[in-house]
């Protein structure tokens, strides 16, 4: 199965923000949005990306209010990136190695969507009930 299979199911939104909002703006974000991670753009670039992990880390390091807080202080920069032709099993493997659940899909330099380890999760779980369905029909037939 390829990132591109999961994109077609789950679209190609990717919700963002700029280096200029503060941290404060970011949970608003990703509270209505139900997500974990926004990818930070300034014009058309993508600059970083911002979890809720780095919310939790700028609480628990400056005790402070997040309106106070810039995305650019926080974001990481330039992140681990896939493309529509990987397989999910290698984005997987990235995940687990580098320790992050968020991989924005680049194609000839533009981002085309983005996928979480939940995405990854589901996706194998389908593929495996799919395989399960057709190996127990083909045992009773
Ligand atoms: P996550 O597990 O995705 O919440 O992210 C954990 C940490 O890794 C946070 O500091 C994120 O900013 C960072 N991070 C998340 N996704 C990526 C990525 N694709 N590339 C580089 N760093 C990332």
Redesign the pocket.
């Known amino acids: 199965m390829l990132v591109r299979d999961i994109l077609s199911t789950k679209g190609t939104i990717v919700h963002h923000c700029s280096p200029e909002d503060t941290l404060a703006d970011v949970a608003d974000l990703m509270v209505g949005h139900n997500i ?2 926004l990818v930070v753009m300034q014009d058309d670039d993508m600059v970083g ?6 919310i939790l880390r700028a609480c628990s390091a400056t005790r402070g209010p997040l309106e106070f807080l810039k995305v650019s202080e926080r ?2 920069r330039c ?3 896939a493309s529509p032709g990987d397989e999910v099993a290698d984005v997987m493997c990235l995940m687990t190695e ?7 899909v680049v194609e000839g330099g533009r981002l085309v969507g983005i996928i979480s380890i939940g995405d990854t999760v589901k996706a194998q779980n389908d593929e495996l009930c799919r395989e399960n369905h057709y190996l127990k029909s083909y045992i009773q037939s």
């Open positions: 974990g991670s990306i911002i979890t809720e992990r780095d974001m990481t992140p681990v990136v580098r320790r992050i659940r968020h991989v924005p």
